[in-house]
């Protein structure tokens, strides 16, 4: 049925469409949309019995769009929004990423569950239906034109996660995706993490560290790579910096792109 529904979802955005589609003014609606139905989930819960046990989000702006996988760039500046809605075990995580002037690049739709939550062990499993766009050169009365496009992806997640001390984890992702239009049919993707959190630096600044190593297989092509995350946070304050930087240590999957990184402002509520 979810492969059934799915394929439904693969859409083309034709040309007489397309300007109003990609432009500043379809990101401030979304903005708009957003913030209405935070509010209005928020009055509603308020109004009855709360039906999420939380709800937050963050909004970033970057000069250079990463994707999930870091070895993958939009090669452009991008806005970012990644929601979270909690209840129970189960969270629903919107991922919607778009570049600056409009036009979305991926939509991913997260449903997270956490099998296992001890006090030093973890294990979070996932999966997700995903949308990613592109611009397309089409023959149309013979003529060229540009539509956009989107590709449609299945994929799944298993996390687990040990907690060494307050400020330090160990732990493992994997994640297997399938792509069921043209492009890229089966990704793996292996990462071993460590994360370093609250790192002291004043009374009221500190920062977090999330190196990588992982390993990514694209059909028929394989790459190893390092990446690190890091971000710089105030205390009670709701902005914070972000910075990713990746580089392949052997790879075949796009060798001329050996090293990318971003710089993002991130606001979370």
Excluded at 80 to 105: C, N, Q, V, Y
Excluded at 110 to 119: D, H, L, V
Excluded at 254 to 260: G, I, L, Q, Y
Aim: with cysteine; net charge neutral.
């Amino acid at each position: 049925m979810l492969a059934l529904i799915f394929d439904r979802l693969s859409l083309r955005i034709p040309p007489s469409f397309l300007p109003k589609f990609c432009h500043v003014g379809f990101t401030n609606y979304l903005l708009v949309f957003l913030c209405l139905f935070v509010h209005g989930l928020s009055f509603a819960q308020d109004e009855k019995e709360r039906f999420l046990d939380d709800f937050r989000g963050t909004a970033s702006v970057t000069q250079n769009g990463i994707s999930l996988i870091p070895s993958f760039s939009l090669g452009d500046p991008a806005l970012i929004f990644d929601l979270k809605f909690t209840k129970g075990r189960l969270s629903f995580e919107p991922d919607m990423r778009f570049a600056l002037e409009g036009k979305p690049w991926t939509f991913i739709f997260w449903w997270r569950y956490k099998a296992i939550s001890k006090e030093r062990f973890s294990l979070r499993v996932g999966a997700h239906p995903a949308l990613n766009f592109r611009t397309i050169s089409i023959m149309r009365n013979g003529q060229s034109e540009e539509i956009l496009e989107s590709r449609r992806y299945l994929a799944a997640e298993v996390v687990p996660t040990y907690k060494i001390s307050d400020n330090i984890d160990v732990g493992f992702y994997y994640l297997h995706g399938r792509g069921f239009d043209e492009g890229v049919k089966q990704t793996n993707f292996f990462v071993l993490n460590t994360f370093f959190k609250n790192l002291y630096i004043t009374e009221q600044y500190y920062f977090d560290i999330n190196p990588q190593a992982y390993f990514l297989a694209t059909d028929n092509l394989q790459g190893y790579y390092l990446a690190g995350f890091l971000s710089l946070h105030k205390k009670d304050f709701p902005l914070s910096i972000a910075a990713i930087l990746n580089k392949a240590l052997d790879t075949e999957i796009s060798p001329e792109d050996d090293f990318t990184w971003n710089l993002s402002l991130v606001y979370s509520f």
